[in-house]
């Protein structure tokens, strides 16, 4: 682990510079919204915790960043933005008419609700300046180079509009509606904050490439993973619509049958992800009342699957099946999460294991196929998976077998949860990290009814007892009801009554490749809590 996503461009002890993908915000709007660039970096590995923002790009545009790596880089560069010396170049794309040659535009840019107005200097407001040049006209598009002087909020977007050459995407502005913005930050020019030197940083744009997996591509490295969700509903363009790339195959999942639409869509996503076939889903509240075979996803285009299907996740290998039920044997947006596990590292200055994992006891509760207790055991963490069925642990097992890892060198405990945990407890047991992701709904004749929005506090505070002073544990739940304050408040409070500290917290949103949409909000949330 350890080596940087496709989108690194460029990283020395100083500079991280990337090039963001379209789609993603620089940094959380909000605690709870989905991850920026800058906090899915910062957060990913050690050496990025110093990680700091020195400029931003608008989510909807795409290019090269920079970030700085330390102090001394930070001022430099702060410097250097602050005195305009940097250089920076814009490529975009507008359907409307522009003048030829180079001109320049300089005004004054006041904000106007979530838009940004153009107006004369002697208006007030910060002044903006602009330098445009047509370069060739393709396809009924015109690509235009834009040179900022000046670093103001949307500045080049309300430039182009109020020249009458709109970006194209960019309907904030009037641009013709369009699948992105079409603005690419391309090419960076700065000194080099230890040598002085000048440094140039370039990315080429592609504005014909499939926004959703460019997005994808720069953030998930195809050399070790090829398990991702390629449309997340609104935030995609499809509400009420999930596709995930499974290996050679595509899942689609929704309420209904696919549409005409939708069944071209995913011809296309075929073609461009190189996979065999596409089975759809229908997403049904009460599964137990159907067959697994009822409940199963049906192949609706392409090749059948073998019975088992396996998949790559961040290097470990994973059992998956279109032919088992509901669910297909992993959960995609628990990704950056088991990765943790691997890497031995939850957030800037929060190891998961001190002084690593190597001995290390990990209680996967609700562990379904194992996912977490395997990526725990491949960083040399001894593992016990507790389940309510004997055919998800009997699958894990497979798991455990396919990374080359002993299942009997590991335990796997068959029951229900909250019986287990008393036992557990009982026996003296105790564990250095504990991972608590149970289902939304679920029943058993010893434990009863548990709601994750009525009960997650009373699950937390059984297995409190098990966590050793100083262990982790990992709170996870996709209960869309449950509001993240009020999860944090239910942990909180049990930590309290069980007389335990919370010295580390770190909240992760549900990763880039699910992203956050007003009409989709945010479902997934998990908390590390370090607890003495």
């Not at 963490?381 to 097992?397: F, I, V």
């Not at 544990?473 to 009020?486: C, I, V």
Request: one cysteine or more.
């Amino acid at each position: 682990m350890g080596e940087p996503p496709p989108c690194v461009i460029f990283e020395d002890e100083h500079l991280l510079v990337v090039n963001k993908p379209a789609g993603m915000n620089t940094h959380a709007p909000s605690p709870f919204a989905g991850e920026g660039i800058y906090e899915w970096l910062k957060h990913r590995e050690p050496r990025w915790s110093e990680l700091a923002i020195i400029h931003r790009l608008d989510k909807e545009t795409s290019g090269v960043m920079v970030f700085g790596k330390t102090p001394v880089a930070n001022r430099s560069l702060t410097e250097q933005f602050t005195e305009h010396t940097i250089r920076k170049k814009y490529l975009l794309l507008t359907d409307r008419a522009i003048k030829p040659g180079r001109f320049k535009v300089v005004s004054s840019i006041v904000r106007a609700g979530e838009k940004y107005l153009n107006r004369p200097l002697h208006a007030g407001g910060e002044r903006a300046e602009t330098h445009f040049q047509m370069l060739r006209n393709e396809h009924g598009q015109t690509l235009v180079e834009a040179e900022p002087v000046t670093g103001r909020t949307h500045q080049i977007r309300v430039h182009a509009a109020a020249e009458g050459f709109a970006i194209s995407g960019d309907t904030l502005y009037g641009g013709t509606p369009g699948p992105r913005v079409c603005l690419h930050a391309a090419e960076l020019k700065l000194k080099h904050p230890a040598t002085g030197r000048e440094v140039i940083f370039t990315t080429p744009a592609d504005f014909a490439a499939n926004a959703r997996m460019a997005l994808r591509n720069s953030l998930v490295d195809a050399r070790e993973t090829d398990a991702f969700r390629i449309i997340h509903g609104a935030a995609d363009g499809w509400p009420g619509w999930h596709v995930d790339r499974l290996g050679d195959f595509l899942l689609s999942q929704a309420e209904q049958p696919v549409d005409a639409a939708q069944l071209d869509e995913l011809r296309r996503l075929m073609k461009i992800t190189e996979t065999r076939g596409v089975y759809h889903k229908i997403l049904i509240t009460q599964v137990r009342r159907v067959s697994a075979a009822q409940a199963s996803p049906q192949l609706i285009l392409g090749e059948a699957a073998p019975r088992s299907v396996i998949i790559r996740e961040n290097g470990v290998k994973f059992e998956l099946s279109f032919s088992e039920g509901y669910s297909v044997g992993l959960f995609l947006d628990q990704r950056d999460n088991r990765r943790r596990f691997l890497t031995n590292h939850v957030a800037a200055d929060f190891s998961l294991f001190p002084n690593g994992a190597a001995g290390a006891e990990v209680l996967n509760t609700f562990a379904y196929t194992c996912g977490f207790s395997v990526c725990a055991a491949k960083a040399g963490a001894r593992t016990t998976s507790l389940d309510l069925s004997k055919k998800y642990l009997d699958w894990g097992k497979r798991n455990f077998t396919l990374n080359n890892l002993a299942a009997s060198e590991h335990d796997f405990i068959f029951g229900d949860a909250f019986d287990w945990l008393r036992r557990l407890a009982k026996k003296g047991r105790a564990f250095d990290a504990i991972v608590l992701d149970p289902p939304t709904f679920s029943q058993s004749k010893e434990g009863g009814a548990f709601q994750a929005e009525k009960d997650y506090g009373r699950l937390a505070g059984a297995v409190l007892p098990l966590l050793k002073p100083g262990g982790v544990l990992f709170a996870s739940t996709n209960a869309a009801r449950l509001e993240p304050e009020k999860f944090l408040e239910m942990l909180a409070a049990a930590a309290k009554l069980a007389r335990r500290k919370i010295t580390q917290q770190h909240y992760v949103p549900q990763p880039p490749d699910f992203p956050v949409h007003r009409d989709e909000p945010a479902y997934l949330k998990t908390v590390w809590l370090r607890i003495d």
